[in-house]
């Protein structure tokens, strides 16, 4: 038969222990076993009066904090919960002056975090994330022409006697000016589509032409331009501005657009009612006529112009910020700056049952045992690779630098015959 120590007996043990009684000693003046003495006096150095209570029946506890009492697993998960988005670091700072863990050894803040990541996101809920790195919620003022231009599609429209017209227009938020509208054949009835990304930056290459390059371009969270989904990766168009020193600004509301949504009312008021034909060459060709008329012959009621053409009140337009020909592209186009843009971002992930997530253009893998889990995605600058890490610790799971981070994938221009 079994003959287990009682609560007594292992009270005892440790007061002759604390005496400075040898395991031996104790042995012989207690009846147990030198083995028992060693066993009763480690778990109360390790465990404190916690470490005699009664041990249960069976296999040993495996896995993290399995060596820690259950008030330690307890605490940790209390404190958790109580502050979700603190790491263990903090956690663990937190139990450290916890008075019922007076005593008690505490885990290392890995092995606090390893615990923590069993429950995914159930101790993990990401806030909802819908910026741009850098990018602020407040939009910031605009001071001067060509500061600030506000870009937006006008798209399936039926334009009598041309056909299925999808336009994009840009204004400049300051003055009001017509930057430029641009169309472009939708397709037929049966299969209608929207403008493609090139034509997007074929279009934005000949208002740079025309104008020069603004400081920032706001628009809204078109899926050309934006990802969707919560922690969005930035698109080539995001992209592409930031290599050019333009930032992309993204509105909250509809209101911070409103002058481009004028000149979308604007467009249709004036052009759908004329029969310009099927040539869409020709077409693009009087459109960009009436943006020159807008301009620079038609009153306008814009900011301080009083019925004056913007272009004879602000006269300074005509001179860009910053020139921009189509040749020198690649000189003005700067990887850097993209690499630094992304090197602001962070972007959490939930991972699939088979440990795999999807990033911009990409399904990545990462170890089956971060199933299920919140992983986090950053840009190291020094070393220009994307690093994935699990969300409670430092460990890099994988590293990758992907194919569309190249200037020529950016640009869509093939650099060695520029």
Known sequence: MIRRTTMADRQEIVTLEQAGLSHAEVAEATGWRKATVRKVWDRFQHEGEVGLQAVPIGRPATGVLSTFPALVHYVALRLKRQRPHAGPDVVLADM??????????????????????????????????????????????????????QLDFDEGLHWPGVGWANVMN?????????????????????????????????????????????????TDRDRRLVAEGDYPVPMPFTLWLVGLAIQHELIQRVTQNGCVERSHRTWEGRLLDLALGPDWVAVQDYVNYEVWRMNAVLPSRGRNCRRRPPLLVYSEARTPRRYYRRAEEDVLFQLDRVEAYLAQGRWLRRTSAKGQFHFHSELLNVRTAYARQIVVVTFDLGRHPFQVRPAQSNEVLLSFRPDWLSQAAVTGLDTRVL
């Open 96 to 149: 450290a002056i916890r008075p019922s863990l007076q005593g008690i050894a505490l885990p290392s803040s890995a092995s606090l975090g390893a615990y923590f990541s069993l429950f995914g996101d159930r101790l993990l809920s990401p806030r909802r994330h819908l910026q741009l790195p850098g990018q602020r919620a407040q939009l910031a003022a605009v001071h001067a022409v060509h500061e600030c231009w």
């Open 170 to 218: 840009i204004v400049d938020v300051f003055s009001g000016l017509k930057i430029g509208s641009y169309v472009h054949a939708a397709g037929s009835v049966q299969s209608r589509h929207l403008m493609s990304w090139a034509q997007i930056r074929t279009d934005l290459r000949d208002a740079f032409t025309c104008w020069g390059l603004p400081d920032r371009i706001r």
